[in-house]
């Protein structure tokens, strides 16, 4: 007699739900499991935000354009589906931050806007005398109390002040998130600043000492690589690879789940067509507030119903080259709430991913919508486009309206860590085990936004399933 199957659900096909399901396909076929597996995603397409347009020569991101190199994971899955041939790091080149109508180089030595160099710092004009000498009380602050979450905003303001957060470090940071840096979580996005004045009290001293120093002259003729990757055919392509090499007959597109209920040791998935599934443990790759919805039964997912997600659109800009007169030197720039612009960055993404655009191309990707910002996101394509080429038009002589744009809308798709976000998702993670056992989640509402962090998240709830599948069977 044939051994009954265990059947897994994994709900969501963005990156963490994709990484679940091929790396669970994998340990299936490589171990000869006996376990039946079915990912559900209510869109008709997989990939979640890594979308691209190919058009006229041009590669364009409509959601994330990259990753960093440093971050293994995803190179890793990037081999295991044949597309390690296309990963190329970006062009480096200068990058700048907008204040107070000017564009300032990023001061040299600066690592997610804290120094740890002083000689650019005190030569930049980013600051005045009073904000140099505000930040310089980092050396003797005391440090933070032991395991107290804070803001970014509240950890960065005591250290270095406010002239300094506002001018540098919130448009750094807050560019990752689209969030308010005074709202978000330290040791949920950035754990590693409170370690380091933890071990060293002082941020600078810390941030300088535990950052591997830099060549004077290059070991080689070669250019430097930059800190990011992408690959050369686009996002989705990498989605596409992935997709491609998981059974189509496990895959449900266009279908969504309504409600998840316990029943005995299973569980019952009941999907929007009036179908019900019939599952022994589940991957929830979801946004919060469509997994709170999910279990709604289960109260102690209420807290995802108060955790905020911000809304933001990219705008790419498509130029010949010669519509854009006073070119700058560098690949991007920041925009300092201190001034009176909309968009809250811009890459000139031509010259970071030589690929992007054809010779004699520009291709511009502006960003826009933030937290406490988001009406913007809801106009019309050529009230955005507008504003857009209006903050351009103040730096940049631009001559022509665009050959063409790209605006791509991601309304409440950024999850807001605010302060005690990894405490919230702990106790409910605690109450899963507890009352849901064999349900697992992953994805960019829980523990970590970036690609590689939703890859990872993908790994481990794989690993916790056959952990907990072996634990019940045998």
């Known amino acids: 007699m044939a051994e009954e199957k265990q ?13 679940s399901a091929f790396y669970l396909q994998k340990a299936i076929q490589e171990e000869n499991l006996p376990i039946e597996l079915k990912l559900i995603e209510a869109s ?36 295991e589906v044949g597309m390690e041939d296309q990963l190329v790091h970006n062009s480096t080149g200068k990058s700048y931050v907008l204040v107070n109508e000017k564009l300032h180089s990023m001061p040299g030595g600066s690592i997610m806007g804290i120094p740890t160099e002083v000689g650019p710092f005190l030569t930049t004009d980013l600051f005045s005398i009073p904000g140099k000498l505000r930040a310089a009380a980092d050396f003797i602050l005391p440090k933070s109390e032991s395991g107290k979450d804070q803001s970014l905003g509240e950890f960065f303001r005591r250290r270095l002040g406010d002239e300094v957060v506002e001018n540098l470090i919130e448009p750094l940071l807050s560019g990752i998130y689209a969030g308010d840096i005074d709202q978000l979580s330290l040791m949920s996005t950035f754990p590693q600043f409170y370690e380091v004045e933890q071990k060293y009290r002082s941020l600078i001293i810390g ?18 690589k930059g800190a990011f990757l992408t690959f050369k055919t686009g996002l989705q392509s990498f989605a596409e690879a992935i997709e491609a090499k998981i059974d189509p ?28 599934l019939v599952a022994d443990s589940i991957i929830a790759a979801t946004p919060h507030k469509i997994t709170q919805s999910m279990f709604a039964d289960y109260h102690f997912f209420d807290p995802f119903k108060t955790v905020p997600s911000t809304s933001v659109a990219t705008v790419a800009l498509a130029f010949p080259e010669e519509a854009v007169k006073n070119d700058i030197n560098g690949t991007g720039f920041v925009v300092s709430r201190n001034n009176d612009y909309s968009i ?131």
Request: hydrophobic fraction near 35%.
């Open 7 to 19: 059947k897994i659900i994994i709900i969501g096909g963005g990156i963490a739900g994709l990484t």
């Open 44 to 79: 008709h397409r997989l990939g979640g935000k890594m979308q691209t347009v190919i058009r006229d020569g041009f590669t364009i991101e409509r959601g994330p354009d990259s990753f960093l190199a440093r971050k293994l994971s995803i190179s890793r899955l990037a081999k």
């Open 207 to 224: 941030m300088k000492k535990s950052t591997p120093s830099q060549p004077k002259t290059p070991v080689s003729k070669e250019k430097a």
């Open 249 to 276: 007959k496990t895959i449900l597109k266009g279908h969504r789940v309504d409600k998840i209920t316990k029943h005995g040791n299973k569980y019952d998935v009941y999907l929007n067509n009036g179908e019900t």
């Open 344 to 474: 809250t960055a811009c890459t000139w993404t031509h010259k970071k991913w030589a690929h992007s655009a054809p010779k004699g191309k520009v291709l511009l990707r502006c960003y826009v919508g933030r937290a406490g910002e988001e009406t913007i996101v809801d106009l019309s394509d050529d009230r955005i486009i507008k504003i857009v080429l209006d903050d351009l038009k103040k730096i940049m002589d631009i001559t022509t309206n665009p050959d063409f744009s790209i605006i791509s809308r991601w309304k409440n798709s950024m999850p807001q860590y605010t302060v005690g976000h990894k405490q919230r998702v702990t106790d409910i993670i605690k109450h899963m085990n507890a009352e849901l056992p064999g349900v697992f989640l992953a994805g960019a509402s829980y523990g970590g936004v970036g690609l590689p962090d939703c890859i990872d998240q993908g790994e481990a709830a794989v690993q916790n399933v056959l952990d907990y599948l072996k634990k019940e069977n045998f």
